[in-house]
């Protein structure tokens, strides 16, 4: 089945500290990846999108890597802020009919 | 500023009635989406249109309905048939197929039925 699956569900840190999520999938064919950050009420909004040969990108400070052999991915924000605090999806597009595959998301909150 | 914009923002009715949900894009793109998010789930599909009077269901299109007549519009109506409708709703539009192109959401509606 066609999975993608992200932790830790939720994260508490300090203002001006690192964190990493995680989502690991196990959709089949692959296509991309994308990781998108949901402010609360509101849309979500693209941070990157990676294909297969694409190990590592970066969108200011959030870098995103991929590991298409063992079918995970990462996201790394650095030096957070609270304007940090958000939701982050990981979403795979792939499987037979190539459709996207969401995650549920890591909530994440930064704390002065 | 191109964008999405969803109306209303939240919507209230009374079990049993219909309700359009509108969504409206100035990006140019061909193809619009209507998803569903619900607490601990991942998003799912409803519908979505990749060419204006053409539209297919997706994952969970039972109860809702949609038109697409014109590239800037794509209205959902949640009818009395979908079974639990309080949820928020995301419309999308994207540049090319899904698949390969970045979404773009708006801010949703968030409906409650009681």
């Known amino acids: 089945k066609n999975q993608v699956e992200q932790s830790p569900q939720s994260l508490i840190i300090l203002e001006g500290k690192n964190c990493t999520l995680q989502?690991?999938?196990?959709?089949?064919?692959?296509?991309?990846l994308r990781w998108y950050k949901q402010d609360t009420g509101r849309g979500p909004v693209s941070l990157t999108i990676?294909?297969?040969?694409?190990n590592t990108k970066s969108n200011g400070r959030y870098t995103a890597t991929l590991d298409a052999d063992t079918k995970q991915s990462s996201l790394h924000i650095t030096a957070s802020q609270l304007s940090d605090s958000a939701s982050y999806i990981c979403?795979?597009?792939?499987?037979?009919?190539?459709?996207?595959?969401f995650g549920t998301g890591t909530l994440l909150a930064v704390q002065p | 500023d191109g964008g999405i914009t969803q109306s209303p923002k939240y919507l209230f009715r009374k079990e049993g009635q219909n309700v359009t949900l509108s969504c409206e894009q100035n990006?140019?793109?061909?193809?619009m989406y209507w998803y569903r998010q619900d607490p601990g789930q991942g998003l799912r599909l409803i519908y979505y249109?990749?060419?204006?009077?053409?539209?297919q269901k997706g994952d969970i299109a039972e109860g809702y309905s949609v038109s697409r007549e014109k590239k800037e519009s794509f209205p959902l109506t949640v009818t009395s048939a979908q079974k639990n409708p309080t949820a928020f709703y995301l419309c999308?539009?994207?540049?090319?197929?899904?698949?390969?192109?970045?979404?773009?959401f708006g801010n949703g509606t968030r409906l409650t039925v009681t």
């Open positions: 990006l140019n793109h061909d193809a």
């Open positions: 249109s990749q060419i204006v009077n053409d539209f």
């Open positions: 989502c690991n999938y196990t959709v089949s064919p692959f296509s991309n």
């Open positions: 990676m294909t297969f040969s694409e």
């Open positions: 999308a539009s994207s540049n090319d197929d899904r698949a390969y192109s970045p979404l773009h």
């Open positions: 979403v795979v597009s792939g499987g037979a009919t190539n459709k996207l595959i």
